[in-house]
């Protein structure tokens, strides 16, 4: 059975404990699929999404994108464009802390989604931000190569896969 989308995020917190970081940030689900998880790829691009448009545009290789755009709330880092060419590159899912827009489209998409909220404005391309360094977000220090897990009731990021 493909574990990366059955699972409780409570259970894993449970059970895994010593094991995963809980963040004390909350999301809203905006994706066609509410849980997923899968290795992270950081990002920090606040006020830019450029750089989130280029790495979803690669094959996603079942990673989760975790954008840092450092909660900015007067643009969207992924419109309808970019999270379907998520999907089609097979991506998990993108977490944003910031953005997003397009959102009646986005639930049509199988792809996990969360964000702070949604504004309709796009961000500036000035092709500013990084790939792949640790972000800090929602209290939690993220590396690449780390595992997210994310249902309706929160996320955790483990070092490692977890066996469940």
Known sequence: ??????????DICDDHADKVQVSNLRLQSFGGNDTFS???????????????????NTPGKNRVLVIDAKGVSHASM????????????????????????DTEVLKTIPLGIYAIGSIPKKTDKH?????GND???????????????IDSNGWVIAKNELKF
Do not use: H
């Not at 899968?38 to 979803?56: A, F, M, Q, R």
């Not at 999270?83 to 997003?100: Q, T």
């Not at 092709?127 to 790939?131: F, K, T």
């Open 78 to 101: 992924v419109g309808d464009q970019i999270a379907a060419k998520a999907e089609s590159n097979n991506w998990n899912g993108i977490v944003v802390n910031g953005y997003v827009r």
């Open 135 to 149: 972000v800090f977000v929602g209290g939690i220090l993220i590396q690449s190569g780390n595992w997210l897990y």
């Open 1 to 10: 059975m493909d574990n990366r989308f059955n699972f409780s995020v409570p």
């Open 38 to 56: 899968g290795p992270i790829e950081t990002i920090n691009c606040p006020d830019d999404n450029s750089l989130v448009k280029e790495i979803l």
């Open 127 to 131: 092709g500013l931000g990084s790939i």
